[in-house]
């Protein structure tokens, strides 16, 4: 069964540093999109970041740039989001997500994804 493995979310003061994961089980990542959604409590879904399977174009939210990064590293089949400058609103479950197929660009549309994480929690908080 393909599942997907969030790891690095924690408690981080207000502009700390974190960095998320993605390892896929029973698959690799080189030819999917790769997303990070996160869900804050009583909001809804919101993407935060993509990365295509060709060419590695990024995409990312208003909220999220300039302070986040993805990156994929096909060689250790991971995707990172690393999260700089963390503000109390970047509280939040965050999931990884995967959608198979040669894409040059990619969306921050939940529906676009195929396989998706259980999430790791991200709070921040002084």
């Known amino acids: 069964q393909l599942q997907l493995v969030e790891s690095g979310g924690g408690l981080v003061q207000p502009g700390g540093s974190l960095r998320l994961s993605c390892t896929p089980s029973g698959f690799t990542l080189d030819y999917y999109n790769i997303g990070w959604f996160r869900q804050a409590p009583g909001k809804e879904r919101e993407g935060v970041s993509c990365?295509?399977?060709?060419?590695?174009?990024?995409n990312y939210a208003d909220s999220v740039k300039g302070r986040f990064t993805i990156s994929r590293d096909n060689a250790k089949n991971t995707v990172f989001l690393q999260m700089n400058s963390l503000k109390p609103e970047d509280t939040a479950i965050y999931y990884c997500?995967?959608?198979?197929?040669?894409?040059?660009?990619?969306?921050?549309?939940?529906?676009?994804?195929?396989?998706w994480g259980k999430g790791t929690p991200v709070t921040v908080s002084s």
């Open positions: 990365i295509s399977s060709l060419g590695g174009s990024t």
């Open positions: 997500a995967a959608v198979h197929g040669m894409f040059r660009l990619c969306r921050l549309e939940g529906h676009d994804m195929e396989y």
